[in-house]
């Protein structure tokens, strides 16, 4: 028979041993700055908190772990959906109930991941470079402002927003939507060259004419160069869940034949190929 000590430390162990693995779906991380991202699981890597927003884990978004106010409990989708078909939360009550005077009911957090896709797809831009491109700009804070003044998620310069239609950059749903679209202005602009359209991004369009490329600014090549890697990151990762899929639906008799080679590239391949390349000189 064991002692009651041996069952004390064999308690111990279990806890650690379950606080060690990452979290499991249906939980939806509340930032600092108002925004939920809605995530299948999530897990601690150094000073970010990686949150897969797909149950295979192809696609994640990396937080500072510091931006994460807290976790809560993923409501269920069919529960907020009204009669009509409408989500709930497309109609949110924000004035004090006459039946529970004093109590004002706060209004719907923002999920970054629903304003991202939806402005990605209005533009027709990967989601995951708009991640990219907001966690190099402001690690997902609404409030940044830097040096040169630009202000929000996607640090758009005043005057710039004034010409995107935004009329405050702190407004997270309106910078995203104003930054998406100044980023698929310079993706058109320079024949959808990623590294040209991300330089001019950091150094405004006129640096990338006048240098005929990435200007030569410590800042700026830095600034692309983790974007990039960032955007590989994600683009390896669902690369490595399609093939682990494709492996597990593949018929048992032919998994002694020979790999024929890579699949077949993708623009998207070739885009990140040029992106890596283009970083490889001063």
Same mark, same amino acid.
């Given at each position: 028979?064991? *002692?009651?000590? %041996? =069952?004390?430390? /064999?308690?111990? !162990?279990?806890?650690?041993?379950?606080?060690?693995?990452?979290?499991?779906?249906?939980? #939806?991380?509340?930032?600092?700055?108002?925004?939920?991202?809605?995530?299948?699981?999530?897990?601690?890597?150094?000073?970010?908190?990686?949150?897969? #927003?797909?149950?295979?884990? %192809?696609? /994640?978004?990396?937080?500072?772990?510091?931006?994460?106010?807290? =976790?809560?409990?993923?409501?269920?989708?069919?529960?907020?959906?009204?009669? *009509?078909?409408?989500?709930?939360?497309?109609?949110? #009550? *924000?004035?004090?109930?006459?039946?529970?005077?004093?109590?004002?009911?706060?209004?719907?957090? +923002?999920? !970054?991941?629903? #304003?991202?896709?939806?402005?990605?797809?209005?533009?027709?831009?990967?989601?995951?470079?708009?991640? %990219?491109?907001?966690?190099?700009?402001?690690?997902?804070? %609404?409030?940044?402002?830097?040096?040169?003044?630009?202000?929000?998620?996607?640090?758009?310069?005043?005057?710039?927003?004034?010409? +995107?239609?935004?009329?405050?950059?702190?407004?997270?749903?309106?910078?995203?939507?104003?930054?998406?679209?100044?980023?698929?202005?310079?993706?058109?602009?320079?024949? =959808?060259?990623?590294?040209?359209?991300?330089?001019?991004?950091?150094?405004?369009?006129?640096?990338?004419?006048? =240098?005929?490329?990435?200007?030569?600014?410590?800042?700026?090549?830095?600034?692309?160069?983790?974007?990039?890697?960032? /955007?590989?990151?994600?683009?390896?990762?669902?690369?490595?869940?399609?093939?682990?899929?494709?492996?597990?639906?593949?018929?048992?008799?032919?998994?002694?034949?020979?790999?024929?080679?890579?699949?077949?590239?993708?623009?998207?391949?070739?885009?990140?190929?040029?992106?890596?390349?283009?970083?490889?000189?001063?």
């Amino acid at each position: 028979m064991r *002692s009651p000590n %041996s =069952f004390a430390r /064999f308690a111990v !162990l279990a806890a650690l041993a379950v606080a060690a693995l990452p979290c499991l779906a249906g939980e #939806v991380a509340v930032l600092r700055n108002g925004f939920s991202i809605r995530h299948e699981r999530r897990q601690v890597v150094g000073d970010v908190t990686r949150l897969y #927003v797909t149950a295979d884990g %192809s696609s /994640f978004v990396d937080v500072p772990t510091a931006e994460i106010e807290h =976790f809560e409990a993923a409501p269920d989708l069919a529960a907020t959906t009204s009669a *009509s078909g409408t989500p709930a939360a497309a109609n949110p #009550v *924000s004035h004090t109930s006459p039946f529970a005077r004093g109590v004002t009911h706060a209004p719907p957090v +923002l999920d !970054l991941n629903e #304003v991202v896709t939806s402005a990605s797809g209005r533009y027709r831009l990967d989601p995951d470079l708009v991640n %990219s491109v907001i966690k190099a700009e402001s690690g997902f804070n %609404s409030h940044a402002v830097s040096r040169k003044g630009a202000q929000g998620l996607m640090q758009l310069m005043p005057g710039t927003a004034s010409q +995107l239609g935004v009329p405050n950059a702190f407004d997270p749903q309106a910078n995203v939507e104003g930054g998406t679209k100044y980023l698929r202005e310079l993706l058109e602009r320079y024949n =959808f060259d990623i590294v040209k359209a991300l330089a001019a991004y950091n150094a405004g369009p006129q640096r990338v004419e006048q =240098f005929g490329g990435v200007p030569p600014f410590y800042e700026t090549r830095a600034y692309v160069a983790r974007v990039v890697k960032d /955007f590989n990151k994600k683009k390896m990762a669902q690369q490595k869940g399609i093939t682990s899929s494709a492996a597990k639906s593949a018929p048992a008799k032919q998994s002694a034949k020979p790999s024929t080679g890579a699949r077949k590239p993708q623009s998207s391949d070739l885009v990140q190929a040029k992106v890596n390349s283009g970083q490889t000189h001063e």
